[in-house]
């Protein structure tokens, strides 16, 4: 017990030079997110609603704090950072409104079953759910990727302008302002506010200059963050620009509540209402956010680990059981519902981050900042943080990665753009779903068309043998053997996985592909990861006809 302690200080404190500004980083994306997400999930809808309910923001606060802190702390995610997630805002005000909206008890009610939703999914987790995860095909996980950058990118752009009708958090296509993703680009470019473009224009050049090699490398600048840097150069625009038409105050600039005294903070807090727990429907929301927020999880720790320089895998199962207790603390303490997310994931991978410290120190940031001085906050201005964010979606939905999947032919290239066009038309959920309808029913074609050939192994058959004990060798030396037939696909991916991640570390491997006819870029994919992990785990590969994996 007492190595582990060490072992995790000197990590720490090993990678702290790292992890501390993709912490910050992390925190600056974080915290307007949490805003908007907390701002849409507890409006009923209309603008009305919004100016209405502008003071109920501390819930989406209180679940990044406790999903950087908590989560951070429980997960195996090295990048992995969770917090309130868009996905569940639909979910979220609809259960709100059937127990009756804010005023008549409908909130306490909601968080008692985020509360009962992270009991379920600590079950998920010890029942080993978490393998779902490996059926998901590649093609789906980078149209989710390049889904979320490219809806990001277009949510952003009016805030970016100036015009700051919506919250950052919402990333539905209809929003809550009665606008729609494409038509809210449309009033902006009417109504650009100049001071805010300019203030965002130079935070987007300090972003991309702080991003080259030449900036990176400097002694001085590299140590730097660049968000940072750009916050602070542009409170002082907003300062400079204090008359007329250039004027950034008001709604163009983060806006946190401000207790004046501990009464005042108390207000904002909500406890969940215990008597409901004869209340059947509080159990049937729970089970719902449950499996939603599950499955959103899942996708991103997925999405996070093929983002992983080193190809690492995060323990699934393990990554449930944090989420759960994440939801238990965050429902007990009038919290939203929380996941890992992908944009702050991104960000935190972007910048830097070497641990799961960098997850864990954005949560303590939000926490002292918004509870010691929230008043430095309310000075950003929202096209600063549109720059950020504009930044990470294109890194999201870069072009190299949209041409990668067309050049990877159409068993790839559907899925991928089928979960964008749903996606942005709708939400993740529904865009996932949608590629993974077309990735298996590619695979049926396939396999249709293999049996009519009368190929002698049926396509989504394969052997793996681990054909020796530890302590054997073979005619090359190698101590375990990994044989795979003829036809491989994603399907495989889980099995192919398991074992591969299960060899020990200083073990030697032989992997036989010269029975392979035709491999899946999923199982293309995790084979040359384990070949990029292997080095870090101390195990020699050999490749038996390679020349497959570059087909």
Known sequence: MRKNINSSKQAFFKNIRQDLPASIVVFLVALPLCLGISLASTSYGSQDDIEGFAGIVFPGIIAGIIGGIIVGAISGSRFGVSGPAAGLITIVSSAIISFGGFGNGGFEKFILAVAIAGVFQIIFGLIKGGAIAYYMPTSVIKGMLAGIGITIFLKELPHFFGY???????????????????????????????????????????????????????????????????????????????????????????????????????????????????????????????????????????????????????????????????????????????????????????????????????????????????????????????????????????????????????????????????????????????GLAVAFLIIIIRQFNFNLKKYKRAYLEIDIKNILEDDQKNENGFAIQLELSQHASFLNKIKIKRILDEIETGKDVIIDLSKVKKIDFDINETITDFITSAESRKIKVNIINPEVLKS
């Open 164 to 434: 700051d009708k919506d919250p950052e958090g919402d990333l539905r296509f209809h929003q809550l302002d009665g606008h729609t993703t494409f038509s809210e680009i449309g009033y902006a470019l009417e109504k650009v506010h100049w001071g805010a473009t300019i203030v965002a224009i130079v935070s987007l050049i300090i972003l991309v200059l702080w991003g080259m090699k030449f900036i990176k490398n400097h002694n001085i600048l590299g140590m730097i963050p660049a968000p940072l840097l750009a916050i602070l150069i542009s409170i002082g625009l907003a300062s400079f620009f204090l008359k007329g038409d250039l004027l950034v105050a008001g709604e163009h600039l983060v806006s946190i509540p401000t207790p004046g005294s501990l009464s005042e903070f108390k207000a904002q807090l909500f406890f969940p209402d215990f008597s409901a727990l004869t209340d059947t429907r509080v159990y049937g929301v729970a089970i719902v956010i449950a499996l939603v927020a599950s499955i959103e999880s899942l996708l991103c720790v997925e999405a996070t680990d093929k983002m992983d320089p080193n190809k690492r895998h995060t323990p699934m199962n393990r990554e449930l059981i944090a989420q759960g207790v994440g939801n238990i603390f965050s429902g007990l303490v009038g919290g939203l519902p929380i996941t890992q997310v992908i944009v702050r994931s991104t960000a935190n991978i972007s910048s830097g981050a070497k641990t799961k410290y960098s997850a864990v120190m954005h949560g303590v940031f939000l926490f002292a900042f918004v509870l010691a001085i929230p008043g430095v906050l309310n000075m950003i201005p929202r096209a600063t943080l549109a720059a950020v964010l504009l930044l990470i979606g294109f890194k999201l939905a870069h072009p190299k990665t949209i041409v990668g999947m067309v050049k990877a032919g159409i068993s790839q290239w559907l899925p991928f753009f089928t979960v964008i066009v749903v996606m942005i038309a709708s939400d993740l959920l529904k865009g996932v779903g949608s």
